[in-house]
């Protein structure tokens, strides 16, 4: 259940001050400030059965095994660090006290460096725990990063986090405590802007309350990531890993649901980009927050956003949600994940807002600023056709605004944006809100325009029938 406000060293306190808790701390790399904070508050003794702090790399691999990849700040090796010191934690005081006895152990491998480096800034932390004496092993997963400028500030702030994970872990995780109360507690005693949790995962028998799906959109909605990538069978996984070196091909949409068009449109885009690249790209499907907001009188809608994944599972595609409604900015968080192609594919119908001056007047250099941003030597538009009875506009027939139509024709004919191929048969008209609306009067005629695999998940889980 939740607990009053404490600061980091009250927290240290409470956990000390617990007879029936007991655990190890094993941090290595750049991650050694956890265990000072209780040791800092006194009593540490009846808490603390053993300290890890293992820096040299040589003498981490011999403690835990070395990576396949050579890497150290790795999920991986938060697994095994936690495996590890909890077997010998309970083969070494399971006999004497594990009757009366919640073991716990904490763990981390972390990176910092100076802010010029943003990217080297993070770690993986981990708490592995009991939530009663002899009960199983339950375990939170964070991959936490850090923003402060100077080494010596991240450090605290990990220090903070990790208290946290371990505090919360040990009261907070019984099915009294909401979604939106244990993220902010994995953050309290933290100014706003000093960290960001892109990766939360709960696991173990205890645990089954939690739905994984959903604690990732609170760090969205606490403003603690950028996006949550969710993979074909809707973990959630670290973008930055899963992405890396790899091209991207990403749809937008609201998909609720996804229908017929949607995924033939992404099959005559990945068809074009596979042969341009000679790699076949990884396939995200994108939802911005607004679209799981904007029925929900400005809260979140969980539920639909369930329903969305769980109809999109059996496609096989990558899930991103992000906070972004412009394309340039999913570019630029996407263009942090992988120097590969990116590749966004759009209707001709949205040309008119993507030139719209407006969007970019918090730019400083405004509509360049937003294009220099959209578009460099390994990232383009896709533009699928919009068609009218008489009309099929397409990106090389549209025309913006004379102002604007030598900096449409200057990309065009770089192939910044380009027309998707062999879209003629493809009936663009179809849109979400009107199959849904289909569904939601009962009229069978939508099965005809989404998919057979997600007809199938909408009908047998009763998907999108309550309003529009």
Known sequence: MQTPDKTTLQKCVQI?????????????????????????????????????????????????????????????????????????????????????????????????????????????????????????????????????????????????????????????????????????????????????????????????????????????????????????????????????????????????????????????????????????????????MAHLIEKNDGDVDFQDFLARIESLEPLGFYKLITHFPLFHQVKTYLREQTGEQISMVMGAGLLDKLYEPEFYKDLGGGIMEAFGQLFDEKANLLVYPYKTADLCLTAKSYFPQDHLSHLHQFLVRNNNIIDIANCDDIDTDVRSQDVRQLLVDGNPEWEKLVPDSVRDVIKSKGLFTKGV
């Not at 003794?45 to 300290?51: H, L, N, R």
């Not at 003498?59 to 090796?77: A, C, L, Q, T």
């Not at 070494?92 to 152990?105: A, C, N, S, Y």
């Not at 959630?236 to 749809?251: A, D, G, Q």
């Open 16 to 288: 000390n001050a617990d007879p029936g808790l007991y655990g190890t701390f094993a941090e290595i790399g750049a991650g050694q400030e956890v265990a000072r904070h209780f040791f800092v508050a006194g009593r540490a003794s009846q808490t603390v059965a053993k300290t890890m702090s293992a820096y040299d790399m040589t003498f981490s691999d011999d403690i835990y095994g070395r990576e396949d990849s050579g890497r150290y700040v790795v999920e991986s090796r938060l697994h095994k660090m936690l495996d590890h010191e909890m077997q010998l934690l309970q083969e070494r005081l399971g006999p004497d006290r594990g009757d009366k006895t919640r073991f716990f152990v904490f763990a981390d491998t972390v990176a910092t460096s100076r802010q010029s480096n943003k990217s080297r800034c993070h770690g993986w932390m981990g708490v592995a725990f009991q939530t009663r004496p002899n009960g199983p092993v339950n375990r939170l997963i964070l991959h936490v990063r850090m923003l402060d400028a100077f080494r010596l500030q991240q450090q605290e702030a990990l220090g903070i986090v990790g208290v946290n994970a371990i505090h919360s872990a040990l009261f907070l995780t019984d099915n009294k405590c909401s979604n939106a109360d244990f993220i902010e507690s994995l953050v309290h005693n933290l100014k706003d802007g000093r960290v960001q949790v892109d990766m939360i995962h709960l696991s173990g028998e205890d645990m089954g309350h939690w739905d994984n799906r959903v604690l990732p959109l609170e760090l969205l909605s606490r403003d603690l990531t950028e996006g949550v990538l969710f993979s074909e069978t809707n973990k959630m996984i670290l973008p930055s890993e899963c992405l890396f070196r790899k091209p991207v091909l990403v749809l937008r949409g609201s998909f609720r649901p996804f229908t017929n068009k949607n995924l033939e449109i992404i099959q005559a885009a990945c068809e074009q980009i596979s042969k341009k690249i000679n790699q076949t790209p990884v396939v995200l499907l994108e939802i911005t």
